[in-house]
């Protein structure tokens, strides 16, 4: 067996094992209210680990009113609990359950859904110019993002750079030297 294809068994148990915890873990956080926006799944010679961002359904992407610094720990013995039980032939695995944060670029299908009703930066690629709006819609192939001076733009993925959640944090006020 070459190297390569050590890498590509490798990488399809990974993709295989994101799928299975998508599917336990999405249903019980919407009993909760709350939404997976990326689960990330590492497979190394220390184990497994397991990363996911969760969110407050409908919650706006500005760092306040997502899910409390108490609900984490919770959240974290309660999923790993479930991965436990439903995963058994899966070896000794690392879970963390963390915010998605404020500047969070919007790349798999997961974040993408997410990012719906979001304000989105997008950088192009042949262009210098940035586009900041509503992330209206996500289809596969394209994003629509609204801006309130011309409407909706429909934006190819391929013309796409970067996605990204856009905060715009508030500038410093300057204060008078004494």
């Given at each position: 067996m070459s190297p390569d294809s050590t890498l590509v068994v490798g990488m399809s148990r990974a993709a295989e094992i994101r799928?299975?915890?998508?599917?336990?873990?999405?249903?019980?956080?919407?009993v909760e209210g709350l939404i997976l926006v990326e689960c990330v799944v590492a497979l190394s010679r220390g184990g497994l680990r397991l990363d996911?961002?969760?969110?407050?359904?409908?919650?706006?992407?500005?760092?306040?009113?997502?899910?409390t610094l108490g609900e984490y720990p919770r959240l974290t013995r309660y999923l790993n609990d479930v991965l436990e039980a439903e995963m058994p032939d899966v070896?000794?695995?690392?879970?963390?359950?963390?915010?998605?944060?404020?500047?969070?670029?919007?790349?798999?299908?997961?974040?993408?859904?997410?990012?719906?009703?979001?304000?989105?930066?997008?950088?192009?690629?042949?262009?210098?110019?940035?586009?900041?709006g509503l992330l209206r819609a996500?289809?596969?192939?394209?994003v629509t993002v609204?801006?309130?001076?011309?409407?909706?733009?429909?934006?190819?993925?391929?013309?796409?750079?970067g996605l990204r959640l856009y905060f715009p944090f508030p500038k410093p006020r300057k204060t008078k030297k004494r």
């Open positions: 799928d299975v915890v998508i599917g336990l873990v999405q249903p019980l956080l919407a996911l961002a969760v969110d407050r359904e409908g919650s706006p992407a500005d760092g306040v009113h997502g899910l070896a000794e695995f690392r879970l963390t359950v963390g915010s998605p944060g404020i500047n969070r670029r919007l790349e798999s299908e997961l974040e993408l859904e997410w990012g719906i009703g979001k304000r989105v930066e997008v950088r192009f690629k042949k262009r210098r110019d940035k586009l900041v996500y289809d596969g192939e394209s609204e801006t309130p001076a011309n409407g909706a733009h429909r934006i190819k993925g391929e013309e796409i750079a």
